[in-house]
């Protein structure tokens, strides 16, 4: 830590631009994730990657090159092949004389630079630029994925493919069809796959309608349309989903479900691949897990301070249930990883029963539900207590046994995390009342419930100060206290966000703690409304009220919030 003080770090604390309280909490956030400082400054927002990577490149004595202003010349590009700049994620940026500048994020790799110098047989000088501008770079100035662009194989695919009936679709399960046809879906398929990697894609959709076919990305929550394909291509494109995820290729009636392996560029990423028959044929979903997102920590989710100290102290403790609640795809499982990151240690027992296991978690025990050998949760939970567990995941808590068993799992001295899908905090109560557990027995097991939800972040490139209509600050009730010290951001739209104005998401949460008094309500069968008027008279933030925190501090919208959250009355 010391060797990074007189580095970089010390010209970004010289500079104002961090303290060195947020130097020790990336080191930390860097050494729990084994990932950079530099990379863990970024990630919990202290600095900007230019920031740092301007210090990094002064440190290094070294050019440091913004591309978002920079121009790289299309006779550069040619001079180095794509499938190198893509794999050590490096650009020629200039040829002075012979001599090459090739930009990369790493001044300690030598061992790229001389493979560099040994593959282009040329004098190789470097140049700093932040990893994520390189790579939006090479995707925008190669346009192309190994020689071929997206819309010149979806054009190669239409006009050659043949009309692939039924009996086609079963022949081509052994790949053997004609090569005319098989080979731009092969490519077309493995394009879909890459080009959503790039795109930061959470799922690629493909959706059959009575004329068309439709391709959509989920891009930080949000659906957006790629391609439109011939109807009469959906049965080629679905065969070669079902091939590469072990489908059944014959059955067309009822839903599937799959997984996918691939790699692309240097990421290892797995696929979980859902199929069910709709009116104009089978839609298939295809979800993408990269691995690098659980390597988050508690401090990266979006906490505020009070509620990270609150929920710091919380998954430190001995035993009882703590709960995360909310719809899929609203961060849950990061959230409930992030934790058991921060508790998984060599003196600690972890064991977790999930549905499906969606990431490999190193240290920690996994167990998948298998319903068709009635290993559901409620019976990993009973096995699992005979080893002896200090800490329990239950994936989620979906019917009275398995709530029954994480009950009695925390009030015999066991941490239990688990997940509801309810729409805040205190609905979860009642919840698990509905579902069979006795009011007494909730207030003695549960210790914490919290909420949560994802807005898209404003992107870091393009986003700008602005000065919010005054309608908007009256609709999402902005007081003049709140006015002096908020920093209103807005993303003009630019090449890295697709134009959107937005990258990356964050969590808000409504953190509920139980009390002694929140108890003695449920004792009394309080409803979920005067539970939760209780609970923001002792200080929780709600959900709508955490989501405007964020808005206020420049990190999102109005747009956002009222996407993602709901004004009720106590918020008024």
């Given at each position: 830590m010391g060797d990074e003080l007189k580095g970089f770090a010390k010209i970004l604390i010289d500079r104002k631009v961090i303290t060195k309280e947020m130097f020790v909490d990336?080191?930390?956030?860097?050494?729990?994730?084994?990932?950079?400082?530099?990379?863990a400054l970024v990630k919990l927002g202290y600095a900007t990657d230019v920031e740092v990577m301007k210090a990094v490149a002064e440190v290094n004595q070294l050019d440091f090159v913004d591309l978002t202003k920079a121009e790289v010349s299309d006779e550069v590009?040619?001079?180095?092949?794509?499938?190198?700049?893509?794999?050590?994620?490096?650009?020629?940026?200039?040829?002075?004389?012979?001599?090459?500048?090739?930009?990369?994020?790493?001044?300690?790799?030598?061992?790229?630079?001389?493979?560099?110098?040994?593959?282009?047989?040329?004098?190789i000088?470097?140049?700093?630029?932040?990893?994520?501008?390189?790579?939006e770079s090479i995707n925008r100035l190669y346009g192309q994925i190994e020689g071929e662009s997206a819309d010149s194989i979806l054009q190669e695919f239409t006009d050659t493919a043949i009309d692939f009936t039924e009996t086609v679709e079963e022949d081509m399960a052994g790949e053997e069809s004609s090569d005319e046809g098989s080979a731009p879906i092969v490519r077309l398929v493995n394009l879909m796959i890459t080009e959503a990697v790039q795109l930061r894609a959470s799922d690629i959709h493909v959706e059959p309608f009575e004329e068309r076919v439709r391709i959509r990305y989920r891009i930080d929550g949000v659906l957006h349309e790629r391609d439109k394909l011939p109807r009469r291509q959906l049965a080629a494109v679905l065969s070669r989903i079902k091939i590469l995820s072990g489908i059944d290729i014959a059955e067309r009636r009822r839903p599937q479900d799959g997984r996918i392996k691939v790699t692309v560029g240097d990421k290892e990423l797995d696929l979980r691949v859902s199929i069910i028959p709709t009116n104009h044929g089978q839609s298939a979903v295809m979800r993408l897990l990269d691995k690098d997102s659980i390597k988050v920590g508690v401090r990266q989710l979006g906490f505020s301070e009070e509620n990270f100290m609150e929920f710091q102290k919380l998954i430190r403790r001995p035993n009882g249930i703590i709960l995360v609640t909310g719809p899929t795809g609203s961060g849950k499982t990061t959230t409930l990883y992030a934790a058991l990151n921060a508790l998984n240690r060599p003196d600690r027992k972890i064991i977790t029963a999930e549905d499906p296991v969606e990431y490999y978690l190193p240290g920690i025990n996994q167990v998948q539900v298998r319903?068709?050998?009635?290993?559901?949760?409620?019976?990993?939970?009973?096995?699992?207590?005979?080893?002896?567990?200090?800490?329990?995941?239950?994936?989620?808590?979906?019917?009275?046994e398995t709530v029954s068993m994480g009950v009695q799992a925390s009030l015999t001295g066991h941490l239990v995390f688990s997940t509801l899908h309810t729409n805040d905090a205190p609905s979860a109560i009642t919840r698990m009342v509905d579902m069979g557990v006795p009011g007494y027995l909730v207030a003695?097991?549960?210790?914490?419930?919290?909420?949560?939800?994802?807005?898209?972040?404003?992107?870091p490139k393009c986003r700008a100060?602005?000065?919010?209509?005054?309608?908007?600050?009256?609709?999402?009730?902005?007081?003049?206290?709140?006015?002096?010290?908020?920093?209103?951001?807005?993303?003009?739209?630019?090449?890295?966000?697709?134009?959107?104005?937005?990258?990356?998401?964050?969590?808000?949460?409504?953190?509920?703690?139980?009390?002694?008094?929140?108890?003695?309500?449920i004792f009394a069968n309080a409803t979920t409304a005067e539970i939760r008027k209780y609970a923001i008279s002792r200080g929780m933030k709600t959900l709508y009220q955490d989501a405007i925190r964020k808005v206020l501090a420049g990190y999102s919208t109005f747009e956002e919030v009222a996407r993602v959250t709901k004004k009720t009355e106590q918020d008024a």
């Open positions: 990336a080191a930390q956030t860097a050494k729990t994730t084994s990932g950079e400082v530099s990379e590009i040619e001079l180095m092949p794509e499938s190198v700049a893509r794999e050590n994620v490096v650009l020629p940026f200039e040829d002075d004389a012979g001599q090459l500048t090739v930009l990369i994020s790493n001044p300690g790799d030598v061992d790229t630079m001389e493979k560099l110098r040994f593959i282009l047989n040329r004098d000088k470097i140049a700093l630029a932040p990893r994520a501008h390189i790579l319903h068709k050998i009635g290993l559901d949760f409620a019976r990993i939970i009973r096995s699992m207590l005979r080893q002896a567990p200090n800490i329990i995941l239950v994936g989620e808590m979906r019917d009275a003695s097991s549960v210790v914490s419930i919290l909420a949560q939800r994802l807005v898209r972040t404003i992107c100060r602005y000065t919010p209509p005054e309608r908007d600050i009256v609709e999402f009730g902005i007081t003049e206290e709140q006015l002096k010290d908020a920093k209103f951001m807005k993303g003009r739209g630019c090449n890295s966000c697709q134009k959107t104005g937005y990258k990356g998401r964050i969590a808000v949460f409504e953190m509920m703690m139980l009390d002694s008094n929140v108890r003695e309500l």
